[in-house]
């Protein structure tokens, strides 16, 4: 099956510092989204992607869909302490015609005020 | 739109009880999804659909039952509760418009613990 990397798997931050994660996959993806999960709730979009080489910025937020659409990265820039919080890549499965979308892992981030 | 409603928002179930997890949208999405999230981790795909009367089995689809009777709601069964059951489940929902627009929209989960 599909498979998602993301990384790093956690970041320490002081407030004010940028802070940049990516995800890579081992085959072909026409989606790719970004999403924040704060404790106790469910994840919530902050980009969708979905044209190669595409650059999307959404507030101290963006993103991009790689040319090779094997990957994808997140920039927050100048972090705020309510940027904590886990963030998942997205990709949507062309595989098989499904279209199911798969997720990486998540990348937990703590930002120290 | 209320758009993705999970019931209910915490459970305790003593080992070998059955439950269903309620989820339901509004949204008229056709594919649903069911995640669950152990503490710490990521998203793993217990089942989904792709429209009523159609489910598939995702990476962890032991021990869970599905049903897709129809567009609005996906419940996902336990029957034999079992301790590493324990967790949180999320329910999600999107509608790819000719492979575009397929954000994911998550309700707010349900915390299981088996005792």
């Known amino acids: 099956g599909q498979q998602l990397n993301q990384s790093p798997q956690s970041m320490f931050i002081q407030e004010g510092e940028d802070v940049s994660m990516n995800c890579t996959s081992s085959s072909i993806f026409n989606t790719w989204l970004w999403y924040k999960q704060d404790p106790g709730e469910g994840p919530v979009l902050l980009i969708a992607?979905?044209?190669?080489?595409e650059l999307t910025s959404n507030g101290r937020l963006t993103a991009q869909f790689g040319i090779t659409r094997k990957d994808s990265f997140l920039n927050i820039s100048a972090s705020i302490p309510s940027d904590v919080g886990i963030y998942f890549c997205?990709?949507?499965?062309?595989?098989?015609?499904?279209?199911?979308?798969?997720f990486g892992k998540g990348m937990k981030l703590t930002v120290n005020p | 739109n209320a758009g993705v409603t999970q019931t209910p928002k915490f459970r305790i179930l003593k080992i070998g009880q059955s439950m269903t997890l309620q989820c339901t949208q509004d949204m008229n999405h056709n594919y649903m999804y069911w995640y669950r999230q152990d503490p710490g981790m990521g998203l793993k795909l217990i089942y989904y659909s792709v429209g009523a009367g159609i489910t598939d089995k995702g990476e962890v689809p032991n021990g869970y039952n599905v049903s897709r009777s129809t567009t609005e709601d996906f419940p996902l069964r336990l029957e034999l509760a079992a301790p590493s059951q324990t967790s949180v489940y999320f329910c999600a929902s999107s509608s790819p418009y000719g492979g575009l627009n397929t954000e994911a929209f998550f309700g707010q989960g349900t915390r299981l613990t088996v005792v």
């Open positions: 992607l979905y044209k190669a080489g």
């Open positions: 997205a990709g949507q499965d062309t595989q098989g015609g499904s279209e199911k979308l798969v």
